[in-house]
């Protein structure tokens, strides 16, 4: 399959939900064709360049994303808001001449399992963020059963740099994902802030 890729300096995961303000040419085409087609895009970590200007070099694996709702902002740019549905690897991409690139992509699976007794604390954690921030999910209390949306949900609120979180997208269990995550929230509060 064939998709438009978006390379940016953040991670979206899977149900994830994320807002874009688009100015380059390139991106509001994008945007416009699949809106037209119904389609969506991939977004990719940048691993190298920047957002704007030429083509960024980025990880392979990311996150298949559709447009939820479209708004043109005060500024006039157009502002987006994307959902994530599924991740994918990035099999190979061509850079066409207005610097957009197109890949080939494989998509990952998912395997879901019921949230095991010994990693219940990380339910009770998201549980506590959405109560303190008022987080709309707080409303799905049956998914706090569900161990991979409760890893996903995590990754994308605890304060981790951007190459754990891509670290965490990349891994296909969600118990390796709460392993990783333990690790990661031991060294903060260990004070070691150079965690990657």
Not at 2 to 30: A, C, H
Not at 134 to 159: I, Q, Y
Request: hydrophobic share 40%.
């Amino acid at each position: 399959m064939s998709i438009p890729l978006f390379p940016l300096n953040t991670v979206i995961f899977p149900e994830g939900e994320i807002q874009l303000r688009l100015f380059e040419p390139r991106y509001i085409d994008m945007v416009s064709e699949c809106l037209r087609q119904n389609v969506g895009f991939g977004i990719c970590l940048i691993k190298e360049g920047e957002e704007a200007g030429e083509a960024a070099e980025f990880f392979p694996m990311g996150t298949y994303v559709k447009i939820i709702d479209w708004d043109q902002m005060d500024d006039g740019l157009l502002g987006i808001t994307v959902q994530g549905e599924r991740r994918f690897k990035v099999d190979s991409f061509e850079i066409q001449e207005d610097n957009l690139s197109v890949g080939e992509i494989i998509w990952l699976d998912e395997t879901d399992i019921t949230m095991p007794d010994a990693y219940q604390n990380f339910s009770d954690l998201l549980k506590e963020i959405g109560s303190r921030y008022e987080l709309p999910f707080l409303e799905k209390s049956e998914r706090f059963a569900e161990a991979n949306w409760v890893s996903e949900r995590l990754a994308e609120l605890l304060p981790f740099e951007m190459s754990a979180k891509q670290a965490l997208l990349e891994m296909d269990d969600a118990l390796h994902r709460f392993d990783y995550m333990q690790s990661l929230l031991e060294k903060i509060d260990a004070g070691d802030l150079a965690y990657s």
